[in-house]
Structure formats: C-alpha cells, structure tokens
C-alpha cells in the first residue's frame, strides 16, 4: 500500500511537470480527446514520461546553443566585412546541434519502443503524433495559447 500511494504522489507531481504547454481544454479533458499516455500501464507511463522530459531538457540545452550561434551568424552578416568562412562555419556548427537535438528524440523513442509491446507503441505513437500535431502536447483541435 506503501509503495502504491508512493507512486501516486509521484505520478501526480510529474503530472504538474509534463503539461505545462498543454491547453488549458486539454489538460481538463473538456475536448473529449484523452491522453493516450493513459491507456499505459502507470510504470510505463512515468517511464516514457520521464524518458521525454530527459530528452527535452537535453533539447532545450541545445536550442540555446542554437540561438547563440544564431545571434553570431547575424553580427557576421551585417559586420562592415563579411566574413564567408566564419558564417559557413556557424551555419554547419548549427546543422550539427540540430542533427544532435533529432537524435536525442530518435533514441529515447527508439529505448521506448525496445521496452513496449505492439499495443504500448500504438499508444506512444499515437501520443507523440499528438504532442507534434499541438507543437508541445495536446490534441491540435484545441487553440494555441
């Protein structure tokens, strides 16, 4: 009962975490579109949510190397003398940190899917088309923010 009650509380607390861009319709349901995530057992569920919100904060690490290039790229083209190699530099510094930034996500799923059943992917994949189809969760019928 211990642990049962235990893995409420952290289940409830990473649900205060994990829909913070979701709608304010979606995360009350009032759409009629449930989250898949729920259709997964609860250890699978804290597992691909955690294994995604890793993945993010990995991501948001790299968006902000990403922006910073991204604020060079521009003072070397509008400086007096343009300077061709640095800019071909930068552009390729970014296209690697993008290339990074897929591959994070490709492994997690790819972890994911190594450890779910065929049902359990249907559920992630269903989930992860609705998190893409919103732009960082819920179900696209709803308005952005």
Not at 95 to 118: N, V
Request: proline share 1%; hydrophobic share 35%; glycine share 6%.
């Amino acid at each position: 009962m211990k642990t049962f009650l235990t893995l409420i509380a952290i289940l409830l607390s990473f649900g205060l975490f994990t829909d913070a861009n979701a709608c304010e319709k979606c995360k009350g349901g009032k759409c009629g579109d449930a989250d898949p995530l729920l259709e997964l057992s609860v250890e699978k569920e804290v597992l691909y949510r955690r294994t995604m919100r890793d993945a993010k904060n990995q991501a948001d690490a790299i968006m902000k190397e990403i922006e910073e290039l991204k604020e060079d790229k521009i003072d070397v083209l509008t400086s007096s003398s343009f300077d061709e190699q640095k800019f071909r530099r930068i552009s390729s510094e970014i296209k690697e940190l993008k290339d990074k930034k897929y591959s994070i996500f490709k492994e997690a799923i790819i972890g994911l899917a190594r450890q779910f059943d065929r049902d359990d992917r249907e559920i992630m994949a269903e989930a992860i088309k609705r998190h893409c189809k919103k732009g960082g969760g819920g179900c696209g019928k709803c308005p952005k923010k």
